[in-house]
């Protein structure tokens, strides 16, 4: 089985920074498309931000030049680090991951997800 754990969120005023990280653990032959989403209460979940397979990134417009989406593939994580963080960033944060096993099967794998919250 594999799962995905997220750590590093918290609490931070405006203007703060935080280091988001998702490590995938268990049968994995290969992990494509890794993306971050994020839900606040009474809303959508939506993608935050997105990597490729080949490190190819995409954001959302409301974290474009704030956010940046990283993987190690080595390590079986990707990471979001968030800087000039806003009262409006906070949400819970969840990892995807499109994964491979060792049957050559891909799947589709969410963590547990890590509350982040900004305020003063």
């Known amino acids: 089985q594999v799962q995905l754990v997220e750590s590093g969120g918290g609490l931070v005023q405006p203007g703060g920074s935080l280091r988001l990280s998702c490590a995938a653990s268990?049968?994995?032959?290969?992990?494509?498309?890794m993306a971050w989403y994020r839900q606040a209460p009474g809303k959508q979940r939506e993608l935050v931000a997105e990597i490729t397979s080949d490190s190819s990134t995409n954001y959302a417009d409301s974290v474009k030049g704030r956010f940046t989406i990283s993987r190690d593939n080595a390590k079986n994580t990707v990471l979001l680090e968030m800087n000039s963080l806003k009262p409006e960033d906070t949400a819970v944060y969840y990892c995807?991951?499109?994964?491979?096993?060792?049957?050559?099967?891909?799947?589709?794998?969410w963590g547990q997800g890590t509350q982040v919250t900004v305020s003063s």
């Open positions: 268990g049968s994995i032959s290969r992990i494509g498309y």
């Open positions: 995807y991951a499109d994964i491979m096993n060792y049957i050559a099967q891909w799947r589709d794998y």
